[in-house]
């Protein structure tokens, strides 16, 4: 018997319990029928010998009582029932001359007929049952063996008679009929058992699919359905149907519940990130703020006070203070952008455009800074190269990107603004002659108000929010953005999709 392990549970292959089963019960009708044949087949036989010599005697008695003995039609009918019955039989009338006789030797029929008449005592005749006017009995030939069915006697006519029919010997009918039944047990059982192994193999293969699926749904694995075999369907095709809807129900409620759990979980770590961004933010603010705000302050107070009567000192003061306003003016904006893009605000506008139209224009309109710093501005002529993104907040990438360059070109004074395409995507660069960044700072610069050089920073009025809204831009987009250091020069990259 094949065993499936399920766990700790042990499953019998109901497709050979079938099999056993039927073949179990073939096996022991066969020996029922065997064991029927060797106990109660000599009862069945005598008494069916019984039934035959008794039907033959009432017949041959009732054509003697009515005259008809010596009829042809009487002649052709006890020719009948002597072949049919394997009968012997001879009739006397009452001075013992023979009427009838079925035998060639009545000579013989007569001795016997007559031996029964005078009773002559025989320990080979067993006598089964007797009447009024006649006696059943079997009789065993002393030389052959062979044993005879008879019944004799006196009917109402005065005629006597005996009928007898041989016995063949019952024990090796039982042999024989048992030998062949075995034979045909052992053929009928091979041929059976191949048929039931295929019948069963048939009915259990729906059943074990259902048992897979069942399996497998328990280890939460809903891939697993279950198929009709042809276009039949009956109750386990509808079971397995029923079973498929319910992995579908099961699976649908399952993924419904880890997709809430992993909301529910980005929701927690959005809300602790916040309360981290939060915090952060307030305290770099504050900071940022903090200068500005005392030179306000400061040079607000020196008007007030009078510390210069001159006009050209009180427009210095006044420049100042405006000139830290607008400092203050665009860090707030910045940090704005920057707040509405990372608390996930600002819904992306994605949209198909021509990235070399939109750099071209930039440029022109951006021109102006780079000539104040003495800047050469390169950008070759190409095709028009269209890519997916938001392109107002491309434009914001790129316009930090060539700021931050202008801020801190040197050496050659070369700005030069490329495009490299690939089989999917498109990169723009933004390189700057220069200083490197160090290395130690290369993995910060992306971080809210991180300054390389504070004092540099300081001077050209930076926030260190710009690379922040890059970094949050490029993020929603899912795009990648970094920075590559040169001897001679720094190039920032961001790149986008082309189809």
């Known amino acids: 018997m094949i065993m499936k392990s399920t766990g700790q549970t042990k499953v019998h292959s109901i497709k050979y319990e079938i099999s056993a089963l039927f073949i179990g019960i073939m096996v022991a009708t066969f020996a029922l029928i065997m064991l029927a044949n060797l106990f109660f087949m000599e009862k069945f036989y005598i008494r069916n010998k019984r039934e035959a010599i008794v039907s033959a005697y009432r017949s041959i008695s009732e054509a003697l009582g009515t005259g008809d003995i010596t009829s042809d039609e009487f002649d052709e009918e006890l020719r009948h029932i002597c072949e049919r019955y394997n009968i012997e039989m001879i009739v006397l009338d009452e001075d013992s001359q023979t009427v009838k006789s079925s035998s060639n030797n009545s000579d013989?029929?007569?001795?016997?007929?007559?031996?029964?008449?005078?009773?002559?005592?025989?320990?080979?005749?067993?006598?089964?049952?007797?009447?009024?006017?006649?006696?059943?009995?079997i009789d065993e030939d002393r030389i052959t063996g062979r044993k005879y069915l008879e019944m004799w006697g006196i009917v109402e006519t005065g005629h006597l008679l005996l009928i007898r029919t041989t016995m063949e010997s019952i024990r090796d009918s039982v042999i024989i009929s048992n030998t062949f039944m075995a034979y045909v047990a052992l053929i009928a059982i091979v041929i059976g058992s191949v048929m039931i192994l295929f019948i069963s193999k048939r009915v259990s293969g729906p059943i074990e699919k259902v048992y897979r699926i069942s399996d497998e749904m328990k280890k939460l694995n809903f891939e697993a359905k279950y198929y009709p075999e042809g276009k039949y369907r009956n109750e386990i095709d509808v079971l397995g149907q029923n079973m498929n809807e319910v992995s579908e129900t099961l699976e649908s409620n399952l993924k419904q519940l880890k997709n809430a759990n992993i909301q529910l979980q980005q929701d927690i770590a959005k809300k602790e990130e916040i309360d981290e961004m939060r915090k952060e933010f307030l305290s770099n603010v504050s900071h940022e703020l903090k200068t500005p705000i005392a030179l306000i302050q400061g040079y607000a107070e020196g008007l007030k006070e009078g510390v210069d009567d001159d006009e050209e000192s009180r427009n210095f003061y006044c420049e100042v203070i405006m000139d830290e306003a607008s400092k203050m003016n665009i860090m707030v904006k910045k940090l704005l952008t920057l707040n509405q893009l990372e608390f996930g605000n600002d819904n992306l506008n994605m949209e198909r455009f021509d990235i070399v139209d939109m750099i071209s224009n930039y440029l022109k309109s951006a021109l102006v800074l780079a000539e104040k710093k003495g800047a050469e501005v390169r950008f070759s002529d190409y095709q028009p190269i269209f890519v997916w993104g938001d392109e107002f907040k491309v434009e914001e990438v790129l316009q930090n990107y060539f700021s931050n360059a202008v801020n801190h070109v040197e050496g050659d004074n070369i700005i030069e603004v490329k495009l490299m395409q690939s089989a999917a995507h498109v990169r723009i660069s933004v390189f700057n002659t220069g200083r490197p960044i160090p290395e130690e700072s290369i993995s910060q610069i992306w971080d809210k108000f991180y300054k390389v050089d504070k004092a540099r920073t300081r001077e050209y009025g930076g926030s260190g929010v710009g690379l922040s809204i890059v970094k949050a831009i490029m993020e929603a987009m899912k795009q990648d953005y970094g920075v590559i250091n040169y001897d001679n020069g720094v190039e920032f990259y961001f790149e986008l999709e082309t189809k």
């Open 108 to 137: 013989f029929l007569v001795r016997v007929l007559w031996g029964n008449i005078i009773g002559s005592t025989d320990e080979n005749k067993t006598i089964i049952d007797s009447g009024k006017g006649y006696t059943i009995q």
